[in-house]
């Protein structure tokens, strides 16, 4: 053995203080942003049962989820809301008094400092569930850009901060930046769902926002999970359009495309940690399969070193204690 050469890599991971001095990758609170679903009514915080740790929210205990969020340290929240009434035109998304626009209005005023994101999509005001209007069984791309960007300008208006259209029609994010650009609005950043898949992970989604399509699938336009060389297609036509942050969703089964994205754009790469991959995580724990806490650090880790800048996570309070200890 006296010749033998090889490497001493276990010399860097031998202590916990020698592994927390060379870690690459580092998760902190600034980087996760906390989605929350805001729905009609009072005194109503109800756990959504695919969920858990979940809960639909009336505007009246919006500010104590806002306050936990303030004293966890988390910085950012991406609003959804469940509206009472849904017609074909998806017209509650850009009521000025929507359930959104309200929502918005009582975050700022209580938490200015928070960074508010405004979700901005038709799917969960439309009486059919798809995220453009609906003209002879097919969605109508040109004629839902204008919709959504009705939408975008009334969120500005209620005082989001940050602008994120997730409903993938073709040219999205010129009619959403030219429709904030003409109303006054041109310092309002767009966070594009830039790489949406049309993926099976969405499922307890769907269950809290109530917006499962009533005919059909989102297929039509959303991305085949099986493409790579199209999502960079799709970044590109985002970033030219003026798009600034882009978001890959779903995550984990993507960190490939994000790498690739990340690699290919000077933006702020965004993740989104959805629905059915936090439900998995909390029905294995639950079953006492995992380490809960274990697992979610690896996980939005992995989300970071694959090129994130900020991950969008329902786990983002879990996480907030996690880094506290």
Known sequence: MKDLQFKRHRRLRRTESMRSLVRETRLQKEDLIYPIFVVEGENIRNPVKS????????????????TELVQLGIRSVIVFGVPEE????????????????????????AHPSLTVVADTCLCQ?????????????????DDSL????????????????IIAPSNMMDGFVAAIRQGLDEAGYSHIPVMSYAV????????????????????????AY???????IEAIREAESDVMEGADFLIVKPALSYLDIMREVK?????????????????????AAANGWVNEEEIVMEKLTSMKRAG????????AKDAARYLDQ
Not at 222 to 228: E, G, H, T
């Open 146 to 161: 204008e919709l959504l960007a009705k939408t975008a300008v009334s969120q500005a208006e209620a005082g989001a901060d």
């Open 308 to 315: 994130a800048d900020l991950i969008i996570t329902y786990f």
């Open 51 to 66: 969920m858990p740790g979940v809960h639909h929210v009336s505007l009246d205990h919006l500010s104590e989820e806002m």
């Open 125 to 141: 005001y439309t009486d059919h569930g798809h995220c453009g209007i609906v003209r002879d069984g097919d969605i109508a791309n």
């Open 263 to 283: 690699d290919r754009f000077n933006l702020p790469l965004v993740a989104y940690n959805v629905s059915g991959e936090y439900s998995m995580v909390k029905a």
């Open 86 to 109: 849904k017609d074909e035109l998806g017209s509650e998304a850009y009521n000025e008094h929507g359930i959104v626009q309200r929502a918005i209005r009582h975050i700022k005023e």
């Open 222 to 228: 959303q991305m085949d999970p099986a493409n790579r």
């Open 196 to 219: 949406k898949y049309a993926s099976a992970y969405y499922g307890p989604f769907r269950d809290a926002a109530h917006s499962s399509p009533q005919f059909g699938d989102r297929r």
